[in-house]
């Protein structure tokens, strides 16, 4: 079994889509080890994605994700981090197969509802940025 790191972005949660994201993850199988809502800074959101820092969507990705609300979470499953990235469907929501949380809910390639972890490493790393080891169950 392993873990993957997610968040119901700012979009999703303006539009009511909490509840109906978190019930696809469950039903998919995972669990919740950790889960919280937080309003991030442009700063910490800009922290967040400082990998991306060089890209030409930066400066509106760090914008987008200190809108409003986010709900970050853990999620346990065996083969967490490819399977989380099946459930949610490709970054751009026109891409996204039936069935994925963005195919769903996303409505454009920067306003996509989800993030999930790209490799083990990475689900460590980001899931330690919201959570200390006291609040993962
Ligand atoms: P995450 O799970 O959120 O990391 O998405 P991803 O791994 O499918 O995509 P990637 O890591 O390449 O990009 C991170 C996030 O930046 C995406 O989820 C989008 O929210 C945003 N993003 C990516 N490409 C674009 C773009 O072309 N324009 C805008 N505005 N945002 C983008
Ligand atoms: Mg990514």
């Not at 919740?32 to 991306?52: N, P, Q, R, T």
């Not at 967490?80 to 970054?91: C, H, K, N, Q, S």
Request: net charge negative.
């Amino acid at each position: 079994t392993n873990r993957t790191f997610t968040m119901i972005k700012p979009d999703a949660t303006e539009k009511g889509n909490t509840g109906g994201i978190l019930a696809m993850i469950n039903e998919a199988g995972f669990r919740i080890v950790a889960m919280k809502m937080v309003h991030l800074s442009a700063a910490k959101a800009g922290e967040f994605y400082a990998v991306h820092k060089e890209r030409p969507f930066y400066g509106e990705l760090v914008e987008f994700m200190s809108r409003g609300p986010i709900t970050a979470a853990i999620l346990e499953k065996d083969n967490a981090v490819e399977d989380f990235r099946t459930l949610i469907g490709a970054t751009n929501p026109a891409q996204a197969a039936e069935g994925t949380i963005r195919k769903k809910y996303a409505s454009s390639i920067g306003e996509n509802a989800v993030h999930g972890s790209d490799s083990n490493e990475n689900a460590a790393i980001e899931g330690a940025f919201f959570f200390s080891q006291l609040e993962q169950f």
